[in-house]
């Protein structure tokens, strides 16, 4: 087993041999990919040297003081947290080999073609469908809410090959190439006047059979993966006292006596108070995982975040008075990066509004937690045993 | 601001086991028809229970130093043992005597005293209304040649104690012998910790010390600790009503697999989930003397609100049964609502904050 004593080692060989100062930024994540230092639970040849997870903080440490550059993960966010842990398990050793090294360097961008107009909460009914042509799979739908697709090389993706059977039966999971003919990719502005997403329409692409990941038909199962590593990337990290949107208000309020009123200093304490139990709930959720006892209260942390973020955002925009009539600018921008405690308030405002829709919405949460939590009945399944062809829609 | 140093917000071994040791006792001992029939009876306080809590168990004695015949604990431990008799809306003098007055002595440094409360062998309270707030306004008795003169009301447990603790208007905290002083129970909304009037006239007391910081720092960790009980509370609430839903049928289903019902279960999770986690940073706050002001005025702040909601959501989650006075859940809620005035109401702890952490008032 790699301990944190030949970690340090291997990042010093790599710092040797590549000093950061005098080496492209490419040439020197490649190497570092190469070491297998990227992420080194990974396997030896695939960017790690299966190591333990926690180890990463070790080789992290090295590079940040000699000022070796990262792979920028807050831009191929969906590559590493989503397509990598899917490939990693269910790929094959060829499709592990071409698709990782480019992914963690950043080189190729992934995008998720998973949201459909007609299947966001219900993404299982996915009607996106993928039919078998030879060696080849012809892709015909529309998915919707991709964020990256427009900068992607790559894309995860999951289509229905089998209508005739129940919904959860009939998906298989694809690595689309989004340079491929028949993939078009459209912005799709959203309520702040930018557009962070796209819409993405799929006519008659053709993708080989040597793209498609885990078997055909189990493509939901595949998909789990995913998503769970999606909910890990939520939520996981600490944030001190007055991090995030709370310390945006707070500054606002110390800042501009003139604005403040009886009403709005009752209801700014309101809320302080709720974002500090939220973050001390966050603290206890990471010292349970640490003492290696997970709570549940991992499924309940998004709906806290999605609302205080709204409501914080809400009476920030009503304590600015005249200047939140205002808004910074309504131009139709795509930004690479989404920061909700960016721009000014109004964007704030509207952007947060999202919170509680994307990643899962707080309705679904709510039921995740009460079936699964507190143990409650699950929702009545109208759709269990039909096949996908006969669903409502 | 700068990130602070992280509070220990998981229970040590030694703490869960002391927590099933408290919860095997109620549960033997504290059956919720049992406190509804005491509470109409002469004797509201249950003193086999306290007897076997602070005697055989030792608990009266956890924040006092083992020289003086304590336990030599932490305010940690005794939110655990406030988490259970919270669970179980004891009728005890806990908070009372074993939290608030206790701190009041160890602030005077009353060891004669300190060592009866170690050992059981006296019950005291402070003798300040119980709705009164951390650095809030006291009132006080007249000291008039040496004798104590005036009336005091919304006293908990005083009808339970042996000595109180009654500030006067020299500044002095003073013990008086409950015997030299006239207790009469007021009918309080929570029968399970009822308030009384005391009045003295002319009874003769001790001086412990000043009263201003004594007082301070009992009501303090009393606010701290309140949160515990109210996380009780809360958290039975919330389990019982969960196993009632399941268990419930209307409509040829479970009552529980209706999703509105579902979605305000969940929400009330959600608030319990944060009330632990606030909860426990007070209580081991005070333990450790870190942030202990913000710790406790956010607890506070906080609790009322979700204690007092897993109680409104109890009773209208049982339905009929709900409103009934064989059901225990009326005494959660009365606890609740008189918790949520407990040593401050939010609205205080929320105005402690804006001066604590900044946030000033127009």
Known sequence: MTDAAELRRRTRELLAAHPPA??????????????????????????????????????????????????????????????????????????????????????????????????????????????????????????????????????????????????????????????????????????????EFNEVFLTDVRIPDSRRLGEIGDGWRVAQTTLNNE??????????????????????????????????????????????????????????????????????????????????????????????????????????????????AGYRYLRSKGNSIEGGTSEVLLNIVAERVLGLPAEPRTDKDVAWKDLAR | MSAQPEPALLHSEEEEALRAAVRDLLTDHCDPAGVITRTESAAPHDASLWKALADSMGLAGLLIPEHLGGQGATHRE????????????????????????????????????????????????????????????VPQVRLEAGALHGELTGIADASFADVLLVPADDGGLYAVGAADATVTGQVSLDATRPVARVTLDGAVGRRLGEAGPAVRRALRAGAGLLACEQLGLADWLLTETVRYLKERKQFNRQVGGFQALKH??????????????????????????????????????????????????ALQLHGGIGMTWEHPVHLYLKRAKADSIAYGAAGAHRAALAELVDLRAP
């Open chain 2, 78 to 137: 005794a939110g655990v043992v406030l988490e259970e008799l919270g669970r179980a809306v004891a009728p005890v003098p806990y908070l009372t005597s074993a939290v608030v007055a206790t701190e009041a002595l160890l602030a005077c440094a009353a060891d004669d005293l300190l060592g009866e409360l170690a050992s059981a062998t006296t019950v005291a309270v402070l003798a300040v209304g119980l709705h009164v707030a951390p650095g809030g306004a």
């Open chain 1, 231 to 344: 909910r890990v990337a939520i939520g996981g990290t600490p944030i001190p006292r007055e991090g995030g949107m709370i310390g945006k208000a707070a500054a606002t309020w110390r800042e501009r006596p003139e604005l403040r009123t009886h009403d709005l200093h009752q209801r700014l304490l309101g809320l302080w108070v709720e974002a500090e139990v939220a973050r001390l709930t966050g603290v206890r959720l990471r010292q349970q995982l640490a003492a290696g006892q997970p709570g549940p209260e991992g499924a309940g942390m998004k709906l806290n975040f999605a609302r205080l973020n709204q409501e914080i955002s809400g009476l920030e925009v009503e304590l600015l008075g005249e200047e939140g009539l205002l808004y910074d600018d309504w131009t139709m921008r795509r930004p690479e990066l989404v920061d909700f405690t960016g721009r000014d």
């Open chain 1, 22 to 195: 005098a080496t492209d930024r490419l040439d020197f994540l490649r190497a570092r990919f190469d070491a297998g230092l990227a992420w080194v639970h990974y396997p030896q040849g695939l960017g790690g040297l299966g190591a333990t997870r926690s180890l990463q903080a070790v080789v992290d440490a090295e590079l940040a003081a000699e000022g070796a550059p990262d792979n920028d993960p807050r831009r191929i966010g969906i590559g590493l947290g989503m397509a990598a842990p899917t490939i990693l398990q269910y790929g094959t050793e060829e499709q592990r080999r071409r698709l990782l090294r480019p992914l963690w360097t950043g080189e190729e961008v992934w995008c998720q073609l998973f949201s459909e107009p007609g299947a966001g909460s219900d993404l299982a009914a996915l009607g996106t469908r993928a039919v078998r042509d030879g060696e080849d799979w012809v892709v015909n739908g529309q998915k919707v809410w991709t964020s990256s697709a427009h900068l992607a090389r790559w894309a995860i993706l999951i289509a229905r090959t089998d209508p005739d059977v129940p919904k959860h039966r009939g998906i298989t999971y694809f690595v689309c190439d989004m340079t491929d003919p028949g993939v078009e990719v459209r912005p799709l502005r959203q309520i702040t006047g930018e557009a």
């Open chain 2, 264 to 313: 305000r279960l969940a929400r009330l999770w959600l608030e319990v989930a944060g009330l632990r986690a606030a909860a426990r940073n007070a209580a081991d706050a005070l333990a450790t003397g870190v942030d202990t002001d913000v710790a406790v005025a956010v607890a506070q702040a906080y609790a009322a609100q979700v204690a007092v909601h897993a109680a409104e959501e």
